[in-house]
């Protein structure tokens, strides 16, 4: 089984794939505009890091109404109403201009991320009903090349576009882009099986917590999954722009230009490391994470080597992170996968939000490289906390 072949037995991961490239690279593509706008607004390290957190803070609110949500609704129109709700709050990134309403940037952001938030569950649910083993485990890697390669380049575009002609600019293209999505997606004829439970949300909510309860391995493989959160360097880099970088290139394209350098690897890495990985031999995988966290928390001094060493961090990152989802997901029953799967990214995006106000407390305290290295024992930590738990897989 290779990618093409996935493709031509399955043309629902084919046509999900071209919604997830259009819609991913949207997204991506105004993060540059919004961290540059809040840098134009004088911002701190700490404002920076909160509006951060505000991509991921939805996922761990909404988790357990979303998961009851994806087991009870029809797919395809949830779905497009979530991408209709991505659309509108694009939208309404225009309306902000000055400092004095990033608490209303914050609210459009939160908004925006819980749609894409429940999106993503539910297509990741949609999945697991309809792939087993390994074409599932090769569905996530290309779920992430596409997210790695749409990241690097929206990220790097943006950059450009938001350095050339403005942040507003950038927020029109990404509104026009989030428009083709949508009509791209309406456009799928798909039919899943309906499902049939009948229970009420209340009850979805709690069953979902005992099945996760009473399933030891399930538990361990969402703590497992979450090390990946430990990545989310978003704040840090645009912090390094800031306060490091911006004296040898401006700063939408230093955070663009770093973001494109790591996305590329992150979306070549699957293509080198994932016929290598097994669950035998995964804390091998956590260990080349951090030590390489670690070696890029040493160069950071210097920009364009620093993006060298920030390539051989995004190598191992989707691997893991798609390989730790596959094993979830197989684990899983197909009853309570939605609420597993949002209960999941819950836990994951936790691990991101305190990652990143981590970064923004430790900011104050000490210096980047500092941080970055703290990151890097955090993969260690993992990869001892994975030899433990190997028993149970």
């Known amino acids: 089984m290779n990618y093409r072949k996935l493709f031509s037995e399955h043309k629902i ?6 919604v997830q490239f259009i819609a991913y690279f949207g997204a991506w593509f105004s993060n540059v505009a919004i961290y540059t706008m809040l840098v134009n607004f004088g911002s701190s390290e700490m404002a920076i890091s ?29 779905m497009t109403f979530l991408i209709f709700i991505e659309l509108i709050m694009t939208i309404s990134f225009l309306t902000i201009d000055d400092k004095s309403e990033i ?30 083993g390994k074409p599932l485990q090769m569905a996530n890697e290309i779920h992430s090349i596409i997210w790695s390669f749409t990241y690097a380049a929206g990220m790097g575009l943006s950059g450009f576009i938001v350095n050339w002609y403005g942040v507003k600019i950038a927020f029109i293209i990404d509104a026009i882009i989030f428009t083709i999505a949508l009509i791209v997606f309406i456009r799928i004829d798909f039919v899943v099986k309906a499902s049939e439970t009948t229970d009420n949300f209340i009850k979805l909510i709690k069953n979902g917590f005992i099945y996760i309860k009473n399933n030891k391995i399930v538990l361990h493989l969402i703590f497992l999954h979450s090390s990946v959160g430990l990545t989310s360097f978003d704040a840090l880099i645009t912090i390094l722009a800031k306060n490091e970088y911006k ?10 230009l770093s973001n494109a350098v790591r996305a590329v690897a992150l979306m070549f890495g699957p293509v080198i490391l994932s016929k290598y990985v097994t669950k035998e031999n995964l804390h091998y995988l956590l260990v080349l994470q951090g030590l390489s966290i670690i070696l890029w928390g040493f160069m950071q ?11 051989i961090v995004g190598l191992s990152t989707t691997t893991l992170w798609s390989f730790t989802y596959a094993l979830l997901q197989d684990y899983c029953d197909e009853k309570y996968i939605g609420r597993v ?35 890097g024992l955090g993969f260690l930590a993992f990869a001892f906390y994975y030899t433990r738990i190997l028993k149970w897989i």
């Open 341 to 375: 799967i949002s209960y999941n990214d819950m836990f994951f995006m936790l691990s991101c939000v305190l990652t990143t106000l981590f970064i923004g407390l430790m900011a104050s305290l000490t210096s980047v490289d500092i941080i970055t290295i703290l990151l």
């Open 247 to 256: 004296y040898i290139i401006s700063v939408p394209l230093a955070i663009g």
């Open 103 to 132: 608490w209303l940037l914050m609210i459009f952001i939160f908004i925006r991320m819980s749609a894409a938030s429940m999106f993503f569950s539910t297509e990741m649910s949609l999945l697991s009903k309809l792939l087993k």
């Open 50 to 78: 909160i509006v951060t957190a505000m991509h991921f803070l939805p996922a761990i609110l909404i988790a357990p109404f979303s998961g009851a949500i994806i087991d009870r609704v029809k797919i395809k129109p949830l």
């Open 13 to 18: 991961i084919r046509d999900l794939s071209l």
């Open 301 to 311: 001094n210097n920009f364009y080597i620093s993006l060298i060493a920030l390539f």
